[in-house]
C-alpha cells in the first residue's frame, strides 16, 4: 500500500513481514507517513462540510451555512 498495509486477520507471518519491512526501512515509513498525512487531509472538517453542502446542493436543499 502507499500509505499503510493491510495484513489478514490472524496472519501473524504477514503482520511480522509488514512491520520488520517497516522497521527496516527509515525511507518507507517516512514515504507512508506523508501518504498518510496528505490522505488524511482529504478528511479535514473543512473538506467535509464543502463536500457536504455540494451533496446537498446537489439535492435541491439549501441548509444554513455551517460555521467553520
Not at 27 to 36: N, P, S
Not at 37 to 53: C, G, K, Q
Amino acid at each position: 500500500g502507499v500509505n499503510g498495509r493491510l495484513i489478514p486477520d490472524g496472519d501473524d507471518a504477514a503482520f511480522t513481514a509488514a512491520l520488520t519491512e517497516l522497521m527496516d526501512s527509515v525511507e518507507l515509513r517516512q514515504q507512508m507517513g506523508a501518504a498518510a498525512l496528505a490522505d488524511a487531509a482529504a478528511y479535514s472538517m473543512p473538506h467535509i462540510v464543502t463536500r457536504w453542502e455540494a451533496a446537498f446542493a446537489r439535492l435541491g436543499v439549501h441548509p444554513e451555512p455551517a460555521v467553520r
